[in-house]
């Protein structure tokens, strides 16, 4: 049967003041004694800023959405392009045969004409 590894203790900070009346935090160590004393001021600002790793989860999954967003507008962009494209070329292609259709009736219409003056 496997054993669980026992947790390590973490370190706690105690609030004490200074002799100037500076707000400090005595770190222990997991034993207890002091490891380190920090004054509140600069502990504090340093904890601001490193953030909490939900904090740091939830930037990164926003920031995944906000690029899985911007890739689905680019993707309707270059479909509504790609649309745009082909019925322009539809349009063009309709307008040529329709040209070629009116050209072959002209056609059609004066071999007419010339059969009707030939054959009276």
Known sequence: MATKKAAKKKSRRTVMYSSGGK?????????????DIQQYSRAHAADIRAGSTAETKAAAKKAAKKVARKAGAAKKAVA???????KAVAKKVAKRASAAKSAVAKAVKSVKRALKKVTG
């Open 23 to 35: 707000k400090l935090y005595a770190v222990r160590d997991a034993s207890g004694k002091f490891k």
């Open 80 to 86: 509504k392009k790609v649309t745009t494209a082909k």
